[in-house]
């Protein structure tokens, strides 16, 4: 079956615009995540959505960063007002849950977002 | 707060070498998962396996193995005789028990392995 799709796959945009990007998850998977990977901080935890529940959003960096899921299944994050500490590859993973947890994560092939 | 840490940033090997990757970790959470991912060139981060702290197994390739040492809170990953496919960025990961069964993966840095012909 297809795995985890992201896109776009490469987004450079100037430096105080909106920025959207969309996670489509591996069908039948109600988790979905977020992280972001830069060379200076590594992979971060953003956010994570599972099914009608309120999304965690513990580890987005700033107030300009915000994301939803409809309808359990499509994903978009989206940065506000874009700084170039911005730049970096935003990775999207989705999983089953069991009540035992510890499911592993499917990850997708990354958008790379350069802020110029 | 959980922290991972590959102290290894790059090894080089000849094919058909075994490497190791060494990770430790550091969690409060007395139930926790281990997992290695690997990133080759592509980007793609791609699961390979994943270890409880109480006692389950996951097995994915006769090629890879790995060593789980609760008391020294360390999971290394062993690829034997390795191949140029090999050649990746290896992440060990800790997870974190987040609401309705979810899990939050803390990385560690990355062990970047280059498997030379």
């Known amino acids: 079956g297809a795995g985890v799709s992201q896109s776009p796959s490469n987004k450079v945009t100037e430096k105080g615009k909106d920025v959207e990007l969309r996670c489509d998850p591996i069908?039948?998977?109600?988790?979905l995540y977020w992280y972001r990977q830069s060379l200076g901080q590594g992979l971060e935890f953003l956010i994570y959505?599972?099914?009608?529940?309120?999304?965690?959003k513990s580890g987005l960096p700033s107030d300009r960063f915000s994301a939803e899921r409809t309808g359990g299944s499509v994903s978009t994050l989206t940065i506000q007002r874009t700084q170039q500490e911005d730049s970096a590859v935003y990775l999207c993973?989705?999983?089953?849950?069991?009540?035992?947890?510890?499911?592993?994560?499917?990850f997708g092939p990354g958008t790379r977002l350069t802020v110029l | 707060a959980q922290k991972v840490t590959q102290a290894q940033t790059e090894i080089s090997v000849v094919e058909k070498e075994d490497v190791t990757l060494d990770c430790v970790y550091e969690?409060?959470?007395?139930?926790?998962?281990l997992f290695w991912y690997k990133q080759p060139p592509s980007g793609e981060l791609v699961f390979l396996i994943r270890?409880?702290?109480?006692?389950?197994q996951n097995e994915i390739s006769g090629r890879y193995s790995w060593n789980f040492q609760k008391s020294t809170s360390s999971f290394n990953f062993t690829i034997t005789a390795s191949q140029v496919v090999d050649s990746a960025v290896y992440f060990c990961?800790?997870?974190?028990?987040?609401?309705?069964?979810?899990?939050?993966?803390?990385f560690g840095g990355g062990t970047r392995v280059l498997v030379k012909p």
């Open positions: 959505f599972q099914g009608n529940s309120a999304p965690d």
């Open positions: 969690t409060r959470d007395t139930t926790y998962y």
């Open positions: 069908s039948g998977h109600t988790a």
């Open positions: 990961a800790l997870s974190e028990r987040l609401g309705a069964a979810g899990n939050k993966l803390t």
């Open positions: 270890r409880n702290s109480f006692d389950e």
């Open positions: 993973a989705s999983s089953l849950i069991t009540p035992r947890g510890g499911n592993e994560q499917f």
